[in-house]
């Protein structure tokens, strides 16, 4: 497979460094072997997320210089307006600081407690301010989702013929909200087909229920429709992008993803006055002024230009093209990882890789620290380690997939550093019979998997 030349030149440079052996194995032992414990600068490659870790342009940056710091009625704001009217079809848009903010001021309005939502997969944060706002929430996955190991253009697809059963018996009263997640992060970066959205929105029109979009990684998205979808084969990204969300009412998003900034967050709302305005109310007290939203003025010149430069098809094609360069070149390796590939990362199959490790002795986290320890690699667990105990029993649970997460930074990595990459793998996969698992020593009662201490099983 011929790698895409990344569609831009360096012209300022952020040195990385390289411990010795001996020092990245006393890093890991004071960090307790939990990779959230070690600090950046002793990390040679970061693949912990793509979140807010991406590479501003120079017109970004010049975007920054040119920022407006007013209190109220700030130019960055106006420029956001207009790049979600143009881009999205939406007539109005709150900026907010990141993704969970953009949760926390808009689903107070759309859900009443003790209503279902539901959800292609909720990502975590989603969960969480579903739950704060009194839902009860719901993942519908596509059932092919769960099997890794074949190919299927859709995998984050809603399964619609079980959102119409649920519909159907619990009455459209107690179902508040869906809430479609594109693309779906928690299954693995994993598309979802317009057909698939536009069947979802037929329900929901169906039994008047709203629908929105966590529409993160909308651009990775629209990307894959255009490569999987023949209705859209020949149409534009924009085209795409029109169409995904003129099925929706509203919209949440983290700008740390696809719109390519550190920091930022949008509410969208397509066409409905008196939301609109629940959802300025709540801004106010929840993140400030409704012009800046918990926003730098600089931060949202930003914004308005990342979401430009996000849906570039040239970028696109390079950006997924790196996911599936990694794939081909680990399948060329042997190593065993979910296929296809997501929009924005490549998750390795440690239970596959390491069938002799135990669930309850954490095989993808074997695997992240082994990266580390081989490589200077920081990847995370997203298996056992990360699901944790049955909160009833308070025995470990044993999740479906041992995946360790190697999450791509947008414009950061080259190509150098993928092939860097299969390399250290290629390295581990070699002696992969001779690792170990490891055995927890603390844990908080929530969340363990970013502050828990563990120790190697010899
Ligand atoms: C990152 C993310 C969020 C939360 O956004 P933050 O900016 O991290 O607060 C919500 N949904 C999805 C799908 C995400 O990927």
Not at 39 to 67: F, H, K, N, P
Not at 77 to 99: L, N, R, T
Not at 267 to 276: C, H, Q, T, Y
Not at 428 to 444: D, F, H, Q, S, V
Request: net charge negative; charged share 25%; aromatic share 10%.
């Amino acid at each position: 497979m011929r790698y895409i030349p990344e569609p831009y030149r360096i012209k300022m440079v952020e040195p990385i460094r390289m411990l010795t052996r001996p020092e990245r194995e006393k890093r890991l032992e004071e960090a307790r072997y939990n990779v959230f414990n070690i600090r950046s600068d002793d990390v040679y490659i970061d693949l912990l997320t793509d979140s807010g870790t991406g590479a501003m342009s120079d017109r970004q940056w010049a975007g920054m210089l040119m920022g407006d710091e007013a209190y109220a009625g700030a130019r960055g704001y106006f420029k956001v307006q207009d790049a979600v009217k143009e881009i999205f079809g939406y007539a109005f848009a709150q900026p907010v600081h990141q993704g969970r903010a953009a949760e926390q001021v808009l689903f107070p309005s759309l859900i009443k407690p003790g209503q279902v939502v539901i959800s292609n997969t909720h990502f975590d944060t989603t969960r969480a301010h579903v739950e704060l706002a009194g839902g009860r929430p719901m993942d519908l996955v596509s059932p092919e989702a769960t099997d890794t190991l074949h190919f299927a253009p859709f995998k984050g697809n809603m399964d619609v013929v079980a959102l119409e059963q649920l519909l159907a018996e619990k009455g459209a009263e107690s179902v508040g909200l869906i809430i479609m997640t594109i693309t779906n992060n928690s299954a693995g970066g994993q598309p979802v087909s317009i057909e698939n959205i536009r069947a979802t929105r037929a329900i929901a029109d169906r039994y008047g229920v709203t629908m929105i979009l966590d529409a993160a990684r909308f651009a990775e998205n629209a990307w894959f429709i255009k490569q999987r979808e023949p209705e859209f084969k020949d149409s534009s990204i924009r085209d795409i992008i029109l169409e995904t969300f003129r099925n929706a009412d509203a919209f949440t998003m983290s700008a740390k993803k696809d719109a390519i900034v550190n920091m930022g967050g949008l509410i969208g709302v397509r066409d409905n006055p008196s939301l609109v305005e629940k959802v300025k109310k709540l801004t106010v007290p929840y993140e400030g002024f409704i012009t800046y939203g918990g926003l730098a003025g600089r931060d949202l010149e930003a914004l308005a230009i990342g979401l430009y430069e996000g849906i570039e098809e040239n970028w696109l094609k390079f950006r997924v093209g790196q996911m599936e360069y990694l794939g081909a070149r680990l399948q060329e390796a042997g190593i065993p990882f979910q296929s296809p590939v997501g929009g924005h990362a490549v998750f390795l199959d440690a239970k596959a890789l390491l069938p002799h490790i135990p669930y309850n002795l954490f095989p993808a986290q074997a695997l992240t620290l082994e990266l580390y320890l081989e490589g200077g690699i920081r990847a995370c667990d997203i298996g056992s380690f990360m699901l944790g105990n049955d909160p009833a029993t308070g025995k470990q649970l044993e999740s479906t997939f041992e995946f360790c997460r190697l999450a791509i930074p947008r414009r950061v990595y080259t190509q150098a550093h993928l092939d860097y990459i299969v390399d250290v793998l290629t390295d581990i996969k070699a002696r992969a019979g001779t690792l170990g698992g490891y055995r927890i020593t603390w844990e908080p009662p929530v969340l363990r998997h970013f502050t828990a201490h563990l120790e190697p099983v010899c």
